[in-house]
């Protein structure tokens, strides 16, 4: 399982010109899903992201997590995290879980960042043509891949 996040001053998510979630300050969670995902993958990498001291302090420097800043979260659903690139120049998504396994990961996982973060997860809607918008924050990026947890 991998996530892209960013710490955004805000974001919003729209689905055929409707906006269908937004946040204020927190973090956007662009999450990717591959067949091997399970449970673990989701505990996991739900703790680590509520627990990611990327917000900073009251002397500039990264401390504080989502949670210590009541931040808000949104997760969308982004099979192109998992794109191979090595050959040629269309990538290949054949590690990205298919529907049927990637839909109740992904609503599990927003259940656990639910959890974890003691905040209702606003998100996209899985496999739909979303366009996303959004204010990095710094900018601060991370990407954390669940198959690399010593890294």
Aim: hydrophobic share 35%; net charge negative; aromatic share 6%.
């Amino acid at each position: 399982m991998r996530a892209l996040i960013q710490r955004v001053n805000d974001a919003s998510v729209a689905i055929e010109n409707k906006v269908k979630s937004k946040i204020g300050t927190g973090i956007l969670v662009f999450l990717g899903i591959e067949e091997s995902d399970n449970q673990e993958d989701i505990s996991w990498l739900s703790n680590k992201i509520s627990q990611l001291r990327i917000f900073e302090d009251e002397n500039g420097q990264m401390n504080h997590s989502v949670n210590d800043v009541n931040g808000e979260v949104m997760v969308i659903s982004q099979f192109t995290l998992h794109a191979k690139t090595r050959k040629g120049t269309r990538p290949s998504y054949s590690r990205a879980a298919k529907p049927d396994t990637a839909i109740p990961l992904y609503e599990a996982f927003i259940e656990q960042m639910a959890r974890d973060t003691s905040k209702e997860v606003q998100s996209g809607e899985f496999g739909a043509y979303m366009q996303i918008k959004l204010e990095n924050d710094g900018p601060v990026t991370i990407m954390i891949d669940s198959k690399n947890k010593g890294l």
